[in-house]
Nanobody
């Protein structure tokens, strides 16, 4: 499975941004999808995930209520809608796919995109 994340950019605090991730090379509807981020000098952290059908989502506490993950299995895409952005949301954001075993929450993520930079100015 190949993943391509895009949509990052520079946004002011309080603003919104939507990231997208396009998948190819597999049966997209089999995979739970996750979003992760890594800020400079910090460990990569989990942002949120969505089940293979899109019926279930989970979020990190730091983004809950501000970020929303959705997917379109017909278009092989997953999106991360980010609202009320804060400077501490600044990071490289990655999308990832699990191994397709359809366990929730995912055991692990087997496929990763290249990341897209999000910068939130204060």
């Amino acid at each position: 499975v190949q993943l391509q994340a895009y949509g990052g950019g520079l946004v002011q605090a309080g603003g919104s941004l939507t990231l997208s991730c396009a998948a190819s090379g597999g049966t997209f509807s089999r995979y739970a999808m996750g979003w992760f981020r890594q800020a400079p000098g910090k460990e990569r952290e989990f942002v949120g995930a969505i089940s293979w059908s899109g019926g279930t989502t989970t979020y990190a506490y730091s983004v809950k209520g501000r970020f929303t993950i959705s997917r379109d299995n017909a278009k092989n895409t997953v999106a991360l809608q980010m609202n009320s952005l804060k400077p501490e949301d600044t990071a490289v954001y990655y999308c990832a796919a699990d191994s397709g075993v359809q366990h929730w929450p995912p055991y692990a993520y087997a496929y990763w995109g290249q990341g897209t930079q999000v910068t939130v100015s204060s």
